[in-house]
């Protein structure tokens, strides 16, 4: 055993399968814009005592902290007293303070970095405001103008000595893409490999919104780029590893054993030795009818300062599996007394999407503890609960003095149960994270590639790596009865296959207005169109993809715009069918009959030539109701004729 534990980390990989080279310890530098980790435009701070916090994971203890550092930019109101300051911390530990009047010159900021306490995994930078205008501190809220921005184009250096050989630091959110290469042709075991890979990928770099590309062939031709680009390669050698880093390119085994082997490990943090369990993380544990905050990634830290205090939780439908019904919330959170006879004094207001649900008298408390219901109708796919505690205006002008609040992560959501689901985009993803089916014709590379763009799409924004059953479509005998019950199904298949779906794409067809009988949307026979439908099928919430048209390719395209995390179009999946045109025209529609209606010009459909001539064939209703009421008046309405005199 002396020698393993001499060797170290070539001992750790081989517990995991993975056989790695050796080579000299280089150094790499990382550049993460703050753009990367989903700030895309400048974060303003509002108020005198704003905070503002921002982290990566640390890959490692083998950061040059010499070399290493964070770039803030940062740009203060310019009415600001020039003494107003900023504070900035590393880890909870501050580390600088900045008045204004330095920063208004120079809005650049570097922090060196520092190591993170052992155990620590993130990287966090925390920034702290004491902002003011005048001496009067309602007139400074009042002119709107107490305010600091921090600006996109901040970002952070990293420099790190490491060798070439572990896996862990190939999972890092600094690439502009990365790329899965898959060999062709595939047999059923390497199609379901891809598939669970590419979702497996879509999941790990689900919060650095780093797109992953499906590619066919040899990674070589790409000729990507080793600072800024990654490639993962699905291989088929006997002889080599199962999993094995060179550089900027991680080479997996073509089997969904091993696949599923890195779902289930968090390649992110893994420590060399780390033993990887065999079990299935495709199956969902069992859910309870309960989220703490603290299991939604609530941080509980307490907020003190001047005015409102404001507290945002934000979740997403996936992270409580599914749609509740009878939501409701318990709030626990403790504050400083405001008041010792004025209740008023401070008040705490509860918003859910927008919506206000409560308002409550809290000066002479320093707890509150309540249950309030939260209506089910304003639940969308991503929600923000706001809860705001407000000091009284007078209270805080004649007293000016800080106020720390503190809402606790033992706080949680309740619901009874599930909504059953809609048969339409608003199960997206909720309803698709258990085990399901994938239905694929494999003799079609670009269903293939659109198909697993798809599940990636469920599997970033549901949060969990979906690894679903493949089923070939080549084995299906009848459509009507597909095999096993799964909770959700993707289908990607050929247009002829005979499925109840909002439109049958067999035929040419046209989505219309019924109101002023505009045609939004027309198949034409030259064009093809990509089409991702939501429906029941057997009764499962099901996905198909598939197209019209001549061109097979444009369902790479549908799978390839619909799985953009810069995009994010699942957020705006409404109704049940989505279309994209090769131009990458995105559009979704409502067929369910209530707004819009499909229509197939090669047949004849009553219900539309009716609502179409509706106000003809009532004019000729009313002619023809006409000349019966003539008619019959004719006929029974003529006085009667005096009865002619007997003959003397």
């Known amino acids: 055993m002396r020698w393993c534990w001499g060797l170290g980390i070539g001992c750790g990989w081989l517990v995991l399968g993975i056989l790695p080279g050796w080579s000299q310890p280089k150094r790499t530098v990382q550049t993460i814009p703050f753009r990367n980790l989903g700030y895309t435009r400048p974060v303003v701070l509002r108020g005198a005592n704003p905070e503002f916090g921002v982290s990566i994971p640390l890959f490692g203890r083998n950061l040059d902290t010499k070399q290493s550092f964070v770039q803030l930019e940062l740009a203060p109101s310019p009415v600001l007293k020039p003494n107003s300051a900023v504070r900035i911390s590393l880890n909870g530990r501050p580390v600088r303070v900045i008045q204004v009047k330095d920063l208004l010159p120079q809005k650049s900021v570097k922090i060196p970095l520092q190591l993170p306490p052992p ?3 993130f990287l966090f930078v925390g920034l702290e405001s004491f902002l003011q205008i005048s001496e009067d501190f309602c007139d400074d809220v009042a002119s709107g103008n107490l305010f600091l921005t921090v600006g996109e184009d901040s970002f952070f250096r990293l420099v790190q000595t490491e060798g070439d050989t572990p896996v862990n630091y190939w999972f890092r959110p600094t690439y502009d893409r990365v790329v899965l290469a898959v060999p062709e042709p595939m047999d059923a075991p390497t199609t379901q490999a891809a598939l669970w890979l590419f979702s497996v990928l879509s999941y790990r770099f689900r919060d650095s919104r780093v797109p992953v590309v499906w590619h066919r062939g040899n990674v070589a031709s790409l000729k990507l780029n080793p600072d800024t680009e990654a490639a993962v390669v699905l291989h088929q050698e006997e002889k080599a590893p199962n999993i094995q880093r060179q550089g900027n390119v991680l080479r997996v085994r073509a089997q969904p054993a091993v696949v599923q082997s890195l779902a289930q490990a968090e390649p992110a943090f893994m420590a060399p030795g780390v033993e990887v369990l065999n079990s299935d993380p495709a199956a969902p544990e069992r859910l309870r009818n309960r989220r703490l905050f603290s299991e939604l990634g609530w941080n509980e830290t307490a907020k003190t300062g001047l005015g409102t205090q404001s507290f945002r939780l934000t979740f997403d439908l996936a992270q409580l599996g599914g749609r509740p019904q009878d939501l409701s919330l318990a709030l626990r959170s403790g504050f400083t007394q405001m008041s010792k006879d004025d209740s008023s004094a401070m008040s705490a207001q509860i918003f ?16 509150l503890n309540t249950t309030l219901v939260l209506p089910d109708a304003r639940l969308q796919r991503t929600n923000n609960l706001d809860v705001v505690f407000t000091v009284a205006q007078e209270e805080y002008c004649r007293f000016p003095r800080p106020v720390t609040v503190q809402v606790l992560g033992s706080s949680y959501l309740d619901w009874n149960g599930y909504q059953r689901p809609q048969g339409n985009f ?49 084995e299906v005998k009848n459509w009507g009865n597909l095999p096993q019950r799964p909770q959700w199904r993707l289908l990607g298949t050929t247009p002829a296959v005979p499925l109840n779906s909002p439109i049958r794409l067999g035929q040419t067809f046209e989505i219309l207005n019924p ?14 169109i990509g089409v991702l439908q939501a429906f029941f099928h057997q009764g499962v919430p099901t996905l198909w993809l598939s197209w019209w048209g001549d061109q097979s390719q444009v369902v790479d395209q549908t799978g390839s715009v619909l799985s953009d995390p810069v995009a994010g179009l699942v957020n705006q999946l409404q109704g049940n069918v989505a279309t994209v045109t090769p131009q990458g025209s995105f559009d979704v529609w409502d067929l369910t009959g209530d707004t819009l209606q499909v229509r197939y010009p090669d047949e004849l459909n009553w219900w539309l030539l009716l609502r179409r001539y509706r106000w003809v064939l009532l004019g000729l209703f009313l002619v023809l109701g006409g000349i019966l009421a003539w008619r019959l008046y004719q006929r029974l309405g003529r006085p009667a004729k005096p009865p002619t005199p007997p003959a003397p």
Do not use: Y
């Open 515 to 528: 109101m002023n009988q505009k045609v939004l949307l027309q198949a034409e026979p030259t064009a093809s």
């Open 352 to 367: 859910f999407n927008g919506t206000f649900i409560n308002s409550f008298n809290v000066g002479t408390q320093t707890q």
């Open 119 to 121: 155990g620590e995994r």
């Open 426 to 474: 608003d199960d997206v993803p909720q309803d698709f994270l258990g085990k399901g089916q994938v239905v694929v014709d494999m003799e079609n590379p670009a269903l293939v590639a659109g198909t697993a763009q798809v599940l990636g799409m469920l599997s970033r924004s549901g949060r969990r790596p979906l690894l679903p059953e493949l089923l070939p479509a080549s």
